[in-house]
């Protein structure tokens, strides 16, 4: 099993000033992860949950703070 030391992580394209995430894959899951704190919780999800996701971001249907 590899660790999350050992993946390529990508730093979001969307970066702003203090809000950025970065992107991992392992096996079958994508990773998610603060760029701030590489000790942060990891969110895995798989193939169905990621598309979720980024659908949801395009659509703008997962709101702001």
């Known amino acids: 099993m590899r660790t999350h030391l050992d993946l390529q992580w990508q730093k979001s394209s969307f970066c702003g000033s203090s809000a950025c ?4 894959t392992a096996d079958q899951s994508r990773l998610m992860r603060d760029s701030k704190d590489k000790n942060s919780p990891i969110l895995a999800f798989d193939a169905v949950a990621w598309g979720s996701f980024i659908a949801g971001v395009k659509a703008d249907r997962l709101g702001s703070r």
């Open 21 to 24: 995430i970065e992107i991992a």
